[in-house]
């Protein structure tokens, strides 16, 4: 239990070290994602796991599809529909498109190349960590503590790169809809026994997020 605990934690500290040492660009972005990899498909080797087998379980890819995309359609509308409705009073819109820039290496004109890497591929890698193995393993061993730890590592994963972005109303919106978010996730996860249902509301919801950013940088 500690290790998995440990190693749940594992991508917080590497971004804390690198937002430390002012790592930004592709490299700096780059970095914890191989925590995020590295770390349980060590793991599944030292204690048995497979990775198809135990943690991804695509054979089961049909389980709660219609649902997930339900959630998935919500999720755009929720999230689009608070930025329409709130994001003029609430946020700095030209120093977000600043801090997006200079942190993620991206402009108004390659935003829409390297979209399809952040909402499918990015997606993924945070689905097979966060759901797949914090949480399928964390969970095994102690219900609250797989929902709460993974859905609350997710939040503060996020957080970490936003916190400047905005001032504390926004932000505590931010954190209560991450949090949310993942926790419909992980349940998805456990109800479906398969990643596959979780990763489509997860793509929906960061097409909804890489929309906003095509906006603000445009």
Not at 2 to 17: E, K
Not at 177 to 196: G, H
Request: hydrophobic letters at 60%; charged letters at 10%.
């Amino acid at each position: 239990m500690a290790a998995l605990i440990l190693l749940t934690l594992l991508p917080l500290g590497v971004i804390g070290v690198q937002l430390a040492l002012g790592l930004d660009g592709v490299v700096g972005y780059s970095l914890y994602k191989v925590a995020l990899l590295t770390a349980p498909l060590i793991y599944c080797r030292v204690t048995g796991l497979g990775v198809w087998r135990d943690v991804l379980k695509p054979q089961n890819w049909r389980r709660r599809l219609p649902a997930a995309l339900g959630l998935g359609i919500a999720a755009v509308g929720i999230f689009w529909g608070a930025y329409f409705l709130w994001g003029d009073l609430l946020l700095d819109k030209t120093m977000i498109a600043e801090k997006i820039g200079r942190q993620f290496s991206v402009t108004a004109a390659t935003v829409l190349l390297v979209a399809p890497i952040t909402i499918f591929a990015n997606s993924l890698l945070e689905e097979f960590f966060y759901r797949g193995f914090a949480f399928g393993q964390l969970v095994r061993r102690h219900r609250w503590l797989g929902y709460l730890l993974s859905a609350g590592a997710f939040t503060i994963q996020h957080m970490l790169f936003i916190h400047h972005w905005a001032t504390p109303l926004p932000l505590a919106m931010g954190v209560v809809a991450l949090f949310v978010f993942a926790i419909v996730l992980a349940r998805l996860y456990e109800t479906a026994d398969s990643i596959v249902a979780p990763w489509v509301v997860h793509i929906l919801g960061d097409v909804a997020m890489t929309g906003i950013a095509v906006t603000l940088l445009w």
